[in-house]
């Protein structure tokens, strides 16, 4: 099969890199029980400790770099040898792009860059490094983990909205659409379009989708062997 103009549009969340070992925030034991969100991931938590927020992030970024692309982030980048892909992700891991996947929109941050605290243009990819107390931007801000934090702005969800709306079919892995405004990307599917959901965990599917309760890793190959060889149809 010869690669087509179709556009498959990816939705990722915690559950596609949980299958590669990544805790997520509704693990119990793992290191959200250790570290409460509002302690960690908020502007509040960074304004009074910015060295807890640091280290946390650092246990997180150390996490990435154990864990492997598994058979679902693999599986993604044989769709985009025959159908146009864009992945858009809430996860701040770089899993997709270890896989090989090559359009991929982070709509939560990269853990594996660093931002000035003053200037969120200033981006660094901090490769086998960690950030500290002390390190700084050019510009003499101290450098803080380049993530969403809880209760501040989305600024790539308009771009995000955009490229839901040209999608051909809507491929939802591993979210629990709970957090927002990112789970409200799928209001901006045009209307009749496919949407297949591939989410154990997911208690209400939104109306009108082809949902699997099964996970990434058994469920994602299937679907993407069964589209290169048949081709995309109304319901998956």
Known sequence: MTKTTQHIVVFTGAGISAE???????????????????????????????????????????????????????????????????IITQNIDDLHERAGSCNVLHLHGEIMKARSSANEHLLYELGDRDIQLGDKCEKGSQLRPHVVWFGESVPKFNYACKIAKQADLLLVIGTSLQVYPAASLLQYIIRGTTIVVVAPELENPPPDTVWYQEKAVIKIPELVDDWVTNGLRKRA
């Open 20 to 86: 590669s070992g990544l805790q997520t925030f509704r693990d119990s034991g793992g290191l959200w029980n250790q570290y409460p969100v509002e302690e960690v991931a908020t502007l509040t938590a960074w304004k009074k400790d910015r060295q807890k927020v640091l280290h946390f992030y650092n246990l997180r970024r150390q996490q990435v770099r154990q864990a492997k692309p598994n058979a679902a982030h693999l599986s993604l980048v044989h769709l985009q040898e025959h159908f146009q892909v864009t």
